[in-house]
């Protein structure tokens, strides 16, 4: 009875010892699985997410008129799994510690974390295009110094590839060089008199 008693006085003048939520507010660890977030900087649209998502909880809606998208995530049946943040080639997917989603019913359809996104033209041949994110094309073409990423980022696939070609384009001999590589080659193949 004593210690009962001691414990009682004890907890009464130091007060609860847990948090008050919901009438209060509560801590959040840092590291726990709360929103899933989609960074409009990095995201290409690939679709790699919403392929892993067991649970159908992400949604990718092309515009009919192809001039960009927008991804939407729908919080109630993400079940917080990690996999499109695994699995997201561009780093574009974050989940962050925010977990207060108790909601009205009335308000579930509107639980989304949501991006458009918007195409823009190629700098050289105005095709609508999802410029390459700045820090990818930085990670592509970090052993091609003489290349602007900032520059090559904006360009649509092909005119990438032109480029390229035009870049890795062989160095055809002039006239004048061919005809001197021709007799050297002659020289060389004649047969040697014994
Ligand atoms: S969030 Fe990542 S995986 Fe999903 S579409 Fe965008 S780039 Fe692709
Ligand atoms: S965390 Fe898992 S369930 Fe939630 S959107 Fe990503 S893949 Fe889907």
Not at 5 to 21: A, E, H, M, V
């Amino acid at each position: 009875m004593a210690g009962f008693l001691k414990i009682l006085f004890r907890n009464l003048l130091q007060g609860p010892s847990t948090d008050p939520y919901p009438l209060g507010e509560t801590f959040s660890p840092e590291r726990i699985r709360g929103t899933v977030r989609i960074d409009p900087e990095l995201c290409m649209g690939c679709g790699m997410c919403r392929y892993s998502c067991t649970a159908g909880a992400i949604h990718i809606k092309h515009r009919a008129d192809g001039t960009g998208y927008t991804i939407s995530v729908w919080q109630d049946s993400c079940c917080l799994c990690a996999s499109c943040r695994h699995y997201c080639p561009t780093g574009a997917v974050s989940i962050d510690n925010d977990w207060h989603h108790a909601h009205e019913d009335a308000d579930k359809f509107g639980m989304l974390e949501q991006q458009t996104i918007t195409y823009e033209p190629c700098s050289h041949c105005g095709t609508p295009i999802r410029p390459i994110p700045l820090p990818i094309a930085r990670r592509l073409y970090a052993r091609n110094p003489e290349l602007d990423p900032d520059i090559i980022r904006h360009l649509c696939p092909k005119c990438r590839q032109i480029e390229d070609a035009k870049r890795n384009a062989c160095h055809l001999p002039q006239h004048g060089e061919t005809q001197a590589h021709d007799d050297s080659v002659a020289a060389s193949a004649a047969p040697v008199k014994k």
